[in-house]
């Protein structure tokens, strides 16, 4: 190649990154009105970087490789992916988690890149163009190949039960469950073991050198569960192929490919022990750090996952009796057993919730045929919100009980209905109640 031909060739090679960064990482200007960059220089930097095919000399990027705007366009869609409304810190909240995720897993699609770049030649017509590929249909595409050949057997595993920076807590008729709760590098070791060093899973926690392990593990501890039952074994751990790793307090449950399962319908499909043992690790997550407060986004989040498991009731008397605030939104997809758009999605109030004598405020949204009349127990509650209970026909007119000369309900100031059946019924004493004691009733 001539002189000329050289500097040219450098120029265009250096030219696509620099495109890149005034595409995505420069506000641009139109009008009166400054739209903002939509990335930081980190941000394109890690996904350039993260093309197994860019050109590189440690950060320093030579040639972005020819899968980054494959990448890019994975990473932007994400906004699409967000429930919550656009600009909203919920949207931002949410994003965030998004974003991060993808980051966290970069390393997996460059693996995947790898193996498609490599393979490309042995993989079917229709799916050797990578831009009608997800992220999802690249790992299902490239699965079956290995960039390399395991470097030990099962013959070659330490002889070992157990390692020792795990320990066994469950031994069932079909899983064992290991649970790695160290910090150290015993724990992280383990984890490596457990994930067959992320070549026979592809959980982040496994792959040795990474940091990630550390991040899951100072939030708590990680659960592996091992299908004794299957034949089939890691040429690496000697371990049986199909497992999963569990992690509450991040709400990641894992197949081997890094999958997230349902976990309700796995407990409720898989042996009766697996379920009542996994009780305390949701029990845990059903409040706040003190206990007086719950929220439940039925059927979404980690409460609904209790209550599809172990039942309403058993929800409830496994609140805390100094619960001081209770929150039940009927939210949309999820968990639960029952579609939360159905209008017959209806849960009873067990009369156990006259025990919360700290309660100042419960809301019931969406989800009330009828309310127990042991709501009059409830001396210290000021709000009463009730919103879009189409189904509520009256309020218990026990409500307006009285000791002495004194309501029960002494402390109540609000009483919201708005969305609610407009025919409910509010008792002669509780309307002589309200008038009485000025409560703001909103319907």
Request: aromatic share 10%.
């Amino acid at each position: 190649m001539k002189f000329n031909e050289i500097i040219r060739a450098i120029i265009v090679e250096q030219g696509r990154y620099e495109i890149l960064k005034k595409t995505y990482t420069e506000p641009k200007k139109k009008g009166d009105t400054v739209k903002p960059a939509r990335l930081s220089i980190k941000t394109l930097n890690d996904i350039v970087l993260s093309d197994p095919t860019t050109r590189s000399s440690g950060n320093t990027i030579k040639k972005a490789g020819k899968y980054v705007n494959w990448i890019l366009k994975q990473y932007l869609r994400l906004e699409s992916n967000v429930e919550a409304q656009y600009g909203t810190p919920q949207f931002k909240k949410e994003l965030k988690e998004k974003s991060d995720l993808f980051f966290e897993d970069l390393y997996k699609t460059t693996e995947d890149l790898q193996k498609f770049d490599r393979f490309k030649s042995k993989i079917d017509v229709e799916l050797r163009d990578i831009n009608k590929l997800t992220i999802d249909t690249l790992f299902n595409t490239v699965k079956d190949f290995s960039l390399e050949k395991a470097i030990t057997t099962k013959a070659e595993r330490k002889e070992m039960d157990v390692h020792p920076g795990a320990k066994q807590v469950y031994n069932g008729s079909k899983y064992d469950v290991y649970m790695i709760e160290d910090q150290g590098e015993l724990g992280k070791e383990a984890a490596c073991f457990y994930g067959g060093q992320n070549k026979e899973t592809r959980w982040c926690t496994s792959a040795p050198g990474l940091s990630y392990f550390n991040t899951y593990i100072k939030q708590g501890p990680l659960y592996v569960l091992v299908d004794k039952t299957d034949t089939e074994v890691g040429e690496i751990s000697g371990l049986p192929k199909h497992r999963y790793q569990f992690h509450f307090p991040s709400n990641q449950f894992m197949d081997v490919s890094d999958r997230q399962v349902n976990l309700v319908e796995f407990l409720l499909g898989e042996e009766e022990g697996l379920r009542e043992f996994f009780k305390p690790e949701f029990m845990r997550g059903l409040s706040n750090s003190d206990g007086t407060e719950v929220t439940v986004e039925y059927p979404r989040d980690a409460a609904s996952k209790f209550i599809a498991l172990y039942g309403f009731d058993e929800f409830f008397n496994d609140l805390p009796d100094n619960l001081g605030r209770l929150d039940f939104i009927k939210g949309s997809g999820g968990y639960g057993q029952q579609n939360a758009n159905d209008s017959n999605l209806i849960i009873s109030i067990p009369p156990t919730i006259g025990r919360f004598n700290s309660m100042y405020a419960l809301h019931l949204d969406g989800i009330l045929q009828e309310l127990p009349k042991e709501i009059s127990n409830l001396s210290d509650l000021m709000f009463l919100s009730l919103p879009n209970n189409k189904d509520l026909k009256s309020l218990p007119k026990e409500m307006a009980e009285k000791v002495g000369d004194k309501y029960k309900m002494s402390n109540l100031a609000v009483i919201t209905l708005t969305g609610s059946n407009p025919g409910v019924i509010i008792p002669e004493e509780v309307q002589k109640m309200i008038d009485e004691k000025n409560i703001k009733v909103f319907k």
